[in-house]
């Protein structure tokens, strides 16, 4: 009896002592990204401890300010806003529990989007008022972290979390504001899923008939709001299966970031599939969205392919990928209706603005000899720009650097319509929306 006590006695000091070494070991990492103006920027910083080969994602908080505990070892870390900031990446190494203070790092601004109509958002989040695992604020932080103008909570067929996620939305920085949406995701048990976005109707989980899935997604369907059909090609149940009703919704998610860009996967199955309605003359919206359950990854799928694995590996899943929209202003209905026109790109990085003869995505050219002018953007290397002409891939233009200005001469007849892919390093990726010729 004497000797067990003694025995726990000294199995709980051992513990005692490797907790204290480990504390010891912990060092404290602090600092706050800003712009190059010296305004705080609420960023995502990537931690790949070099020693493992592992990577753990990290937000600062809603005045940049950051503060990471870490072993000792060595790390890389990388600070970054999305595709319109320069990344920076540093190493540092943790020797002992002396704290360190990074004071400012400075992420200059490479393109201003917004100041030029194109705001981009997530159409599809989760909050652990349904099935994703992070509060309403935890997402927001994590979308303004990833350099979101807009968000949309779309839990499943109820709305909690809604009113959290629009009271803590704020200034992002000096001059940009962020609009924070309602909406849900409608889930049913057999037909398929959809988004409303600018909603807070609660949905049943159970619709008694097909007529009432249909007849849902006609009362969902207003000036006010926009309706789009969720990851439509997944294999599971998750999938669309009422495609006899699909010219009844809004839009399509083209682009669901549970899986890799609309060149294989289900995403591509997504893509073929939109062509098809487009080439019938059924003109829906094609969105990206994130679809995200953990702003951090850690809901990912154990099964996963490499390339699906480097898709994860870049670290960020909120506004990734994330739908561009035009708009004349940031508000609920501006947006809206920008969705239902297809004023709309898809991109988790390349920034793709075009036009054929002034006439941008959504709208229709005259038939004729036409000249198609484009200007694509990013932060990481471009590769390839890519053309359709009724979901037929007609030119590949190869692109280097992080800039690429343009033009394609081209005859449209009526019925056409004209849709641009690009491609770029580390898995960026980007499709636009049409312009038809009619
Ligand atoms: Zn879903």
Sequence with gaps: MRRALLVVIALLLMLASATASQSMSVARVTGQVMDETGQFLVSMILVEDLATNTRRTHFTDLTGRFALELPKGEYHLTFQQGSQYEKVETTINITSRIPKDLKAIVLTRLYHLSARGWYGGDLHQHTFFSDGADSPLALLTAGLAA?????????????????????????????????????????????????????????????????????????????????????????????????????????????????????????????????????????????????????????????????????????????????????????????????????????????????????????????????????????????????YINGKAVQEIPLEGLTAFGHIDLTLSAGQHVVLEVEAENLGYALTNPIYCE
């Design 147 to 387: 350099g979101l103008d807009f968000g949309v909570v779309t839990d499943h067929n109820q709305v909690t979390g809604q009113a959290e996620y629009m009271e803590f939305s704020c200034l992002r920085n000096g001059s940009d504001s962020f609009l924070a949406l309602g909406g849900v995701e409608v889930t049913s048990e057999d037909k398929g899923h959809y988004n409303v976005i600018n909603t807070s109707k609660v949905y049943p989980f159970t619709f008694v008939s097909a007529e009432d899935f249909a007849i849902s997604v006609d009362e969902a369907k207003g000036k006010e709001r926009f309706v789009q059909v969720n990851h439509p090609s997944r294999r599971d149940i998750l999938g669309f299966a009422y495609w006899e009703i699909i010219d009844r919704f809004d839009g399509i998610e083209v682009w669901n970031g549970k899986d890799i860009p609309p060149l294989s996967s289900t995403n591509l199955s997504a893509k073929e599939k939109w062509f098809e309605l487009l080439n019938e003359g059924i003109r829906l919206t094609a969105t990206a969205s994130s679809d995200v359950h953990s702003v951090i990854g850690n809901s990912l799928r154990k099964d996963l392919d490499p390339l699906t694995l480097a898709w994860y590996t870049r670290g960020t899943f909120v506004g990734m990928p994330r739908t561009y929209v035009k708009l004349p202003e940031l508000t609920a209905s501006a947006l809206v209706q920008a969705l239902k026109e297809g004023k709309v790109f898809l991109s988790n990085g390349p920034l793709v603005i075009a036009d054929i003869s002034g006439k941008a995505y959504g709208e229709a050219v005259p038939p004729g000899d036409r000249k198609l002018s484009y200007e694509i953007l990013n932060n990481e290397a471009l590769r390839l720009l890519r053309m």
